[in-house]
């Protein structure tokens, strides 16, 4: 098949992991770039890609670029272009932008001007307008303009990757599934041992590693994709796609346990996992922290606390502590794994981190933590340390 660039988005500190995803994939010409990975392949990775990416936000095919410094040059250029090959007027569209130290100060006036032009396009071609549906489009075009290059687009994707289709509630602050698969990866787990979330919420981190475990497509889930609406679309190609998908799952060799203690919590984790139809392989409790006894035998241990507005100022203290002791009392042997945007209340875990690691939690910088928990005692320079202590790689 013809070979074609696309663009990969995702989160700020997770270009390197899904650059290793796409190479897995079959992408060639990787280009690591910020906050997203650019590389080349057929139609059969473009899809491949959506289906099987658990680290992208979205996958885009550049369709054309151009040097712009005036609302006209952006309006003369967008309007010259022809739409009709890539759509037709009766399917409707919408535009993303995202603008970056250019003369354009709103990126809703470059969505909007840019919708004008595509539209008058159609009118000038085909004596009628396409409709814009911002909600649910059958194009979804994707502008970028940094400076003075405009990038346009098409998102192959349409809702971010992220919702995978699984998750009907969220219960409070809950971590996005691109997070979560991307924090399990760099964490090293090799889906053979224990995975332990010991403050699940609703349980994405669990479902997550349950899906890397069976090798289950994050795309699955998912009823429709962009691409579908294609003029190029190749259903029997999808199809076989997903069938490869199917025949490829494997069964759980490992533990994958959660627990919370909220009872609200725990409901909508286990609504999750049921739509994820993955209640068999994950088991999750009603416990503090400070009470949950992982599995023995050692194995990955991910945490995402409560930290920001999420946790009240005179509690911070006393909380990362309690974390601290919970790690030397019960999880000897594990890689424990902590995310949080607050640095400084890390520091009360009393443990010193072998690994710092920065990630983006929506808006908000966080540092990712490992605290390798030892069972035992461990020789450094000739001397023996205590037991249940961190290790140190850095």
């Known amino acids: 098949m013809l070979q074609q660039e696309y663009i990969a988005k995702t989160i700020s500190g997770l270009e390197e992991v899904l650059a290793e995803e796409l190479v897995l994939l079959g992408a060639v010409e990787i280009k690591t770039l910020k906050r997203a ?12 890609a959506n289906l099987w990416c658990r680290t992208a936000l979205r996958i885009l095919k550049p369709l054309f670029a151009f040097q712009v410094n005036s609302n006209e040059e952006l309006y003369k250029q967008v309007l010259a272009f022809n739409w009709e090959d890539i759509f037709s007027v009766d399917q409707t569209f ?10 354009f100060t709103h990126s809703h006036f470059v969505s ?8 008058d396009h159609f009118r000038n071609v085909c004596g009628s307008r396409p409709t814009v549906n911002t909600e649910n489009p059958d194009i979804r075009i994707n502008v970028r303009i940094y400076k003075t290059d405009c990038n346009i687009s098409l998102d192959s994707s349409g809702e971010s990757l992220h919702k995978r289709g ?70 029997g190609l999808w199809e076989n796609l997903l069938r490869k998908a199917r025949e490829g799952q494997t069964s759980l060799n490992c533990k994958i346990c959660g627990s919370d ?4 919590s725990i409901n909508i984790a286990k609504e999750n996992i049921r739509n994820a139809r993955l209640q068999k392989d994950i ?72 690994r710092k690691i920065p990630v983006f939690n929506g808006p908000l910088e966080c540092r990712f933590y490992k605290f390798s928990i ?20 850095i």
């Open 37 to 48: 990975v650019g590389f080349r392949g057929d139609l059969a990775l473009l899809y491949t």
């Open 94 to 103: 919408a535009i993303d932008s995202v603008i970056n130290d250019s003369v």
């Open 112 to 119: 909007q001007k840019v919708k004008d032009a595509v539209a």
């Open 166 to 235: 699984y998750r009907d509630a969220g219960g409070i602050a809950p971590m996005s599934e691109v997070l979560a698969a991307g924090l399990i990866k760099l964490s090293g787990w090799d889906a053979t041992g224990n995975f332990i979330d010991p403050m699940c919420g609703s349980g994405t981190l669990l479902i997550e590693a349950a899906l890397m475990a069976k090798n289950i497509a994050p795309g699955s889930f998912r009823k429709s994709f962009c691409f579908m609406k294609w003029k190029d679309f190749n259903p």
């Open 261 to 264: 203690n909220s009872d609200f």
């Open 283 to 354: 088991s999750i409790e009603l416990a503090e922290f400070e009470n949950h006894a992982p599995p023995t035998g050692g194995g990955t241990m991910i945490m995402n606390p409560p930290y920001g507005e999420r946790l009240q100022e005179e509690d911070i203290v006393a909380f990362y502590k309690s974390i601290g002791d919970g790690l030397k009392k019960n999880y000897s042997g594990y890689d424990a794994w902590i995310i949080s945007s607050d640095l400084n209340a890390l520091k009360f875990i009393g443990l010193r981190p072998s």
């Open 374 to 393: 030892y069972s035992g005692s461990k020789k450094v320079g000739g001397n023996s340390r205590a037991t249940q202590h961190l290790s140190g790689d």
